[in-house]
C-alpha cells in the first residue's frame, strides 16, 4: 500500500537586498581610476618582466657567457697561428668580428622566447590588458639589450685578458657596443616576426640559424674580404654584417669609418621599419 503526499510550504517571500548605487559605487569605485601607463612605462615594466625571467631562470645567460668564451678561444687559436704572425696579433683584428658575431647570433633567441609565449598563451593575456598594444613585443626586446651588453662585456673581458688592445681606449670601446647594441635591436625585429609567422620554437631556431650563418660567416669577420673569390666579394660587400663589424672595428681602434656607420644606421632604420611593421600587422591580427 502506497500513497502520494504532497507537502505546500507557505509563508512569506525571503526579502532580496538591493544595494544601492551609493553604496555600489563606494565599493567598487573607493578612488580615482588609475591613468593608463605611457607606451614608454608600459614597454619597461615588460623588459623588467624580460629580465626577471632571466633572474628565475638564470641557464638562459649561459648563450651570453659560456658561448662567446668558447668562440673567443676557439677561433683565435685555431686560426690565429694560420693567418697572422700570431693569436694575439689575429686577436686585435678578430675580436671585434666575432663580438659582432656572438651577439648578433644571441638576437634569435627573442624570436624563439616570442614564439615559446605564444603558445603558452600568455601573449593572449598581454593583449587584453588595456597598454599600449606593441608594449609587450617591444618590452621584451628591452629586456633581450642587457643579454647583448653582457655579451659583448664578457667577450671583450676574454679578449683583454689574451692581449686584445683597443686603441681607442674607453671611448672607442663604448662607441662600439653602441653601435653593436643598435643594430641587435633592429636585427631583433626579423626575428619577433619569424617568431608570430613560424608554429614552433624549433622552427624559429631553424630559420634563424639558416639565416645568420651564411650573413656571419660569409662577411669580414673572420679575413679581409680582399683575400676572397670576386663573386663572393660582392655578396659580402653588401651584406650588412661586414659593414657593423667594419664600424665596429674602425670606432674601437681609434678611426672612424662614415661609410660603414652610415650603412650601419641604415641596415638598422630598415629593420626597425620593415620588419617592426609586419610585426605589428602580424600580432594585432593574429
Known sequence: MS????????????????????????????????????PLSASLTFGWRAMLKIKHVPEQLFDVTAFPIIMVLMFTYLFGGALADSPRDYLQFFLPGIMVTSVVMITMYTGVGLNTDIEKGVFDRFRTLPVWRPAALVGMIFGDVLRYVLAAVVILGVGLVLGFRPDGGLLGVLGG????????????????????????EKSVMGVSMMVLFPLTFLSNVFVEPATMPGWLQAFVKVNPITQLVASVRAVMSGTSDPSSTMWTLVWSAAFVVVFGTLTMYRYNRR
Open 3 to 38: 500513497s502520494d503526499v504532497t507537502t505546500t510550504t507557505t509563508g512569506p517571500a525571503p526579502t532580496v537586498y538591493v544595494p544601492s548605487a551609493e553604496a555600489l559605487s563606494t565599493v567598487l569605485a573607493p578612488g580615482a581610476r588609475p591613468p593608463r601607463p605611457s
Open 177 to 200: 657596443i653602441g653601435l653593436l647594441v643598435v643594430f641587435s635591436f633592429a636585427f631583433s625585429w626579423v626575428w619577433t616576426f619569424f617568431g608570430l609567422v613560424l608554429r614552433s
